[in-house]
T-cell receptor
Framework: DAGVTQSPTHLIKTRGQQVTLRCSPK?????VSWYQQALGQGPQFIFQ???????QRGNFPDRFSGHQFPNYSSELNVNALLLGDSALYLC????????????????FGDGTRLSIL | EDKVVQSPLSLVVHEGDTVTLNCSYE??????LLWYKQEKKAPTFLFML????IEKKSGRLSSILDKKELFSILNITATQTGDSAVYLC?????????????FGKGTHLIIQP
């Protein structure tokens, strides 16, 4: 049973560039949440996707956008990269549709380490 | 503004010691409190607490929630070097039909042999 998978594992970009990060949820999960974790900090909620729509958003600028596909996988896009965007980007999945899984915790992937030069 | 505060931020103890990690919160539309362990990469789930006063236990780890005083503790007894990690406390809240998680900064626990 595959858990949450993210790609790539590491990425180096320069200021002003754009980046796309990818996430496949755990089998049976239909909801994907994205978090940004700066060094020495806890993860910060970016947004959550369910049924291919953004359901909730944290305090992030609209340079951060996302997408969810019919197979529940998701992408996080960041435009006009800033030095402060350097962080570990974590994807977490959960289930809304399956009643038996609905109150279960979010499961996290290993993250993408994004470095901005 | 929703807030989760963990203490201490770092802790160094010797193998065999018992540690208590603290988490206090101020969150609207509280649903549950979760503890995760983060070593190098993915936070791994430890406990989810929804009711006050009911202790959850898994081996040497245990946790309890106080919804009146808005805090939780995570206890680890007979610590081992493999317990060295960052322990994250998160509160799940309901908003617009979605469940976001608000995390604290974490407690960096180091177990010395």
């Amino acid at each position: 049973d595959a858990g949450v998978t993210q790609s790539p594992t590491h990425l180096i970009k320069t200021r002003g560039q754009q980046v796309t990060l990818r996430c496949s949820p755990k089998s049976g999960h239909d909801t994907v949440s994205w978090y940004q974790q700066a060094l020495g900090q806890g993860p910060q909620f970016i947004f959550q996707y369910y049924e291919e729509e953004e359901r909730q958003r944290g305090n992030f600028p609209d340079r951060f956008s996302g997408h969810q596909f019919p197979n529940y996988s998701s992408e996080l896009n960041v435009n006009a990269l800033l030095l402060g965007d350097s962080a570990l980007y974590l994807c977490a999945s959960s289930s809304q549709r399956q009643v038996t899984l609905r109150n279960q915790p979010q499961h996290f992937g290993d993250g993408t380490r994004l470095s901005i030069l | 503004e929703d807030k989760v505060v963990q203490s201490p931020l770092s802790l160094v103890v010797h193998e065999g010691d018992t540690v208590t990690l603290n988490c206090s919160y101020e969150v609207t539309n509280f649903r549950s409190l979760l503890w995760y362990k983060q070593e190098k990469k993915a936070p791994t789930f430890l406990f989810m607490l929804t009711s006050s006063g009911i202790e959850k236990k898994s081996g040497r780890l245990s946790s309890i929630l106080d919804k009146k005083e808005l805090f939780s503790i995570l206890n680890i007894t007979a610590t081992q070097t493999g317990d060295s990690a960052v322990y994250l406390c998160a509160v799940a809240y309901s908003g617009g039909g979605a469940d976001g998680l608000t995390f604290g900064k974490g407690t960096h626990l180091i177990i010395q042999p």
